[in-house]
């Protein structure tokens, strides 16, 4: 089991950057891929972005492509995404979770272990 704890979430001005940090106690967190999600008032959990358990493949939603960055410390226990180019429509609370299978990483679903959440607010 992995319990992910998120911070760095801010206001920001939009066009500026945020680093959110993901930290998950647990000793078995390098068996695990983990994802951002993130959900605005009113919407939909979406997906954000992924990473599998060694660091290796990435993936990430259309909206945030070439914008944002996902990494992982396996030392550190710490998976972290790096946002760039903010738009006020990245405004929301980001998630990290933890997902088992290895697979699906797009579906909430598949997701075993989630956080408490971290606000990012851009403003315009």
């Known amino acids: 089991q992995v319990y992910p704890v998120e911070s760095g979430g801010g206001l920001v001005q939009a066009g500026g950057s945020l680093r959110l940090s993901c930290a998950a106690s647990?000793?078995?967190?390098?068996?695990?891929?983990m994802g951002w999600f993130r959900q605005a008032p009113g919407k939909e959990r979406e997906f954000v972005a992924a990473?599998?358990?060694?660091?290796?493949?990435?993936y990430y939603a259309d909206s945030v492509k070439g914008r944002f960055t996902i990494s992982r410390d396996n030392a550190k226990n710490t998976v972290y995404l790096q946002m760039n180019s903010l738009k006020p429509e990245d405004t929301a609370a980001y998630y990290c979770?933890?997902?088992?299978?290895?697979?699906?990483?797009?579906?909430?679903?598949?997701?075993?272990?989630w956080g408490q959440g971290t606000q990012v607010t851009v403003s315009s």
């Open positions: 647990g000793h078995t967190f390098s068996n695990y891929a």
């Open positions: 979770a933890a997902n088992g299978r290895g697979v699906n990483y797009y579906r909430a679903s598949a997701y075993d272990y």
């Open positions: 990473i599998n358990w060694s660091g290796g493949s990435t």
